[in-house]
């Protein structure tokens, strides 16, 4: 069974910085690009950044570009998201995602597992 956790999320100030990270299990975590999607009320789930199964490239959307950060951990099968100089439209569930192969990552329909959330709040 496929697990992966998402956790590190909290409320924090504007101009802060948040780590997330996303535990996985149940899959070989080293195959799987990862990716991190978020949700704010009343909007669609949209995509943050991406990171390649070997953590040797990473993109991102442009919202977040110079403010974020993906890395990865293949030897204890946890991705990270680093966010700083966070924002109040920073504000959403933050999901981590499992990508099994698809050279498109933008799209929630690209990914084969998903977290729960982790909520992420910035107050101004």
């Known amino acids: 069974q496929v697990q992966l956790v998402e956790s590190g999320g909290g409320l924090v100030q504007a101009g802060g910085s948040l780590r997330l990270s996303c535990a996985a299990s149940g899959l070989t975590f080293s195959r799987y690009a990862m990716g991190w999607f978020r949700q704010a009320p009343g909007k669609e789930r949209e995509f943050v950044g991406r990171?390649?199964?070997?953590?040797?490239?990473?993109f991102y959307a442009d919202s977040v570009k110079g403010r974020f950060t993906i890395s990865r951990d293949n030897a204890k099968n946890t991705v990270y998201l680093q966010m700083n100089s966070l924002k109040p439209e920073d504000t959403a569930v933050y999901y981590c995602?499992?990508?099994?192969?698809?050279?498109?990552?933008?799209?929630?329909?690209?990914?084969?597992?998903w977290g729960q959330g982790t909520q992420v709040t910035v107050s101004s």
């Open positions: 995602a499992a990508n099994a192969g698809s050279s498109e990552y933008r799209r929630t329909s690209d990914y084969d597992y």
């Open positions: 990171i390649s199964w070997s953590g040797g490239s990473t």
